[in-house]
């Protein structure tokens, strides 16, 4: 018998399992998401249209609108599959232990903070680290503790 059919996964089919590529899959998806929508660098979405809009209004055309609505439906399904996963203590703890290990960090030498925008790549990536933890949440829960979250729906 198979590998494959031992395991229950029939071939061409994607393993439900977790691991790190699982979890740097997720990182790289919330970093896309993030850093297209803002970064320090003139190549964003944000410069885009405000530029766009200070030279002449007219130019800001459908290309914009699109790329925002994409964009923004990223950004609500991160964000709501974020806080579903995590919950609002979950998403303050998240939060305070980026802060204190980029603080660490900090203190200790390793990151510099010292102009505006090595402070916002920083925080851009604890933001995507963030939202790749809580994509990720249900499957670390699950290896912790062996127990499946299960939405029970929006009653």
């Known amino acids: 018998m198979?590998?494959?059919?031992i395991e229950g996964r029939s071939k061409?089919?994607?393993?439900?399992?977790?691991?790190?590529t699982s979890f740097v899959w997720r990182l790289l998806a919330s970093l896309s998401l993030v850093l297209v929508s803002y970064n320090p660098t003139q190549?964003?979405?944000?410069?885009?249209?405000?530029?766009?809009?200070?030279?002449?209004?007219?130019?800001?055309?459908?290309?914009?609108?699109?790329?925002?609505?994409?964009l923004l439906i990223g950004w609500v399904i991160l964000l709501a599959a974020?806080?579903?996963?995590?919950?609002?203590?979950?998403?303050?703890l998240g939060?305070?232990?980026l802060?204190?290990?980029?603080?660490?960090?900090v203190d200790i030498g390793w990151l510099n903070v010292a102009t505006l925008s090595s402070a916002t790549w920083i925080a851009?990536?604890?933001?995507?680290?963030?939202?790749?933890?809580?994509l990720s949440w249900a499957h670390v829960w699950r290896r912790l503790t062996g127990q499946f979250e299960v939405d029970d729906g929006d009653n």
């Not at 974020?82 to 303050?92: A, D, E, F, I, V």
């Not at 851009?124 to 809580?134: D, E, N, R, S, T």
């Open 43 to 70: 190549y964003n979405y944000w410069l885009w249209v405000i530029t766009a809009m200070n030279n002449d209004p007219s130019t800001l055309g459908p290309e914009h609108f699109v790329v925002g609505v994409v």
């Open 99 to 105: 802060g204190s290990v980029v603080w660490l960090l």
């Open 12 to 20: 061409g089919r994607p393993s439900r399992e977790f691991n790190l």
């Open 82 to 92: 974020t806080q579903r996963s995590l919950g609002l203590p979950g998403l303050m």
């Open 124 to 134: 851009l990536f604890c933001i995507a680290l963030l939202l790749a933890v809580g």
């Open 95 to 97: 939060s305070m232990l």
């Open 2 to 5: 198979a590998r494959d059919d």
